[in-house]
C-alpha cells in the first residue's frame, strides 16, 4: 500500500468500521447482494465455510476511535481524498454516493469521486495513480485460491511504473505469503480451506481493501 494516508492500518481500520454494508446491500444494490461480514472469499465456494471469517462490523464510535489512533480526531487534519470508480454509472455510481456519504458522516471527512473510463480506472489503479478506488472480482474456478491470490506478496512488481496486474492493492506480507504457499502444496481439501480461512482472517485483520457485499445472481428454474 504506498499511499502515505492508507499505510497506517488505523486509517484502513477506521474506514471499515465507518461502513453499513447491510444498508448498501439492502437499499443502494437492492437486494442483489450480501453484506460482506465475513472475508474476502464468498460464501458458495464448495468446501469452504467463509463463516469461519469474522469481518468488520459497523461501529461509528470505534472508526472515530481509529482514526484518532492514526492522528486525525474527529477528521481534523486529514486530506481530502479521491475515490476513483470507472463511468457508467447505474449501481456502482450509487455504491460510491453511499459509501461517500457514510465515510463524511461517520469521519468528518471529504471525499470526492472520480469518474474515468474503465481502461483508465485500470491503468490507473495498477500502476498506483489511483489510492482510494473501486473494484470487484468473479471467481475464475470455485476456489478460495482464486480470491486469495489477488494479495499474493510476490506478485508486486519492484517499482511503481510496472504495473501490479494480480496484486493491484501491492500488498505484502512474509506472514501471508508463507502461509498462501503452504495451502498451495497443502493436497487435503479440508486442510487446505482450513488454511485458506486462515489467510482471509489476515486479510480481514490487515484491512488493504474495504469489502462492502457480495454480489447475489437469482435464477427461476421450471421444476
Known amino acids: 500500500i504506498p499511499d502515505k494516508v492508507f499505510k497506517d492500518k488505523n486509517v484502513r481500520l477506521a474506514f471499515n468500521h465507518a461502513i453499513d454494508r447491510a444498508k448498501i446491500a439492502d437499499f443502494t444494490a437492492k437486494g442483489e447482494g450480501v453484506p460482506a461480514m465475513n472475508g474476502f472469499v464468498p460464501m458458495g465456494i464448495p468446501g469452504y465455510d467463509n463463516t469461519a ?7 461509528v464510535k470505534k472508526a472515530k476511535e481509529y482514526l484518532a489512533k492514526a492522528g486525525y480526531p474527529e477528521g481534523k487534519g486529514f486530506p481530502k481524498i479521491t475515490l476513483q470508480i470507472n463511468s457508467g454509472g447505474g449501481r456502482n455510481l450509487d455504491v460510491a454516493e453511499a459509501i461517500k456519504s457514510m465515510l463524511s458522516d461517520a469521519l468528518n471527512i471529504q471525499i470526492e469521486l472520480s ?81 485458506y480461512a486462515r489467510l482471509d482472517q489476515m486479510l480481514v485483520d490487515d484491512a488493504p481493501v474495504l469489502l462492502i457485499y457480495y454480489s447475489m445472481n437469482r435464477r427461476l428454474l421450471q421444476p
Open 53 to 59: 471469517v469474522k469481518g468488520h462490523v459497523y461501529d
Open 115 to 195: 469518474q474515468v473510463v474503465w481502461a483508465q480506472h485500470t491503468n490507473n489503479v495498477e500502476t498506483g495513480k489511483a489510492n482510494f478506488w473501486r473494484f470487484g472480482w468473479v471467481a475464475d474456478y470455485p476456489d478460495p485460491n482464486n480470491f486469495l491470490n489477488l494479495f499474493y506478496g510476490k506478485n508486486v512488481p519492484k517499482t511503481m511504473e510496472e504495473p501490479a496486474y494480480t496484486n493491484p492493492t501491492r500488498y505484502v506480507n512474509k506472514e501471508y505469503d508463507a502461509l498462501y504457499e503452504k495451502a498451495l502444496t497443502t493436497t487435503n481439501e479440508a486442510e487446505r480451506n482450513q488454511l
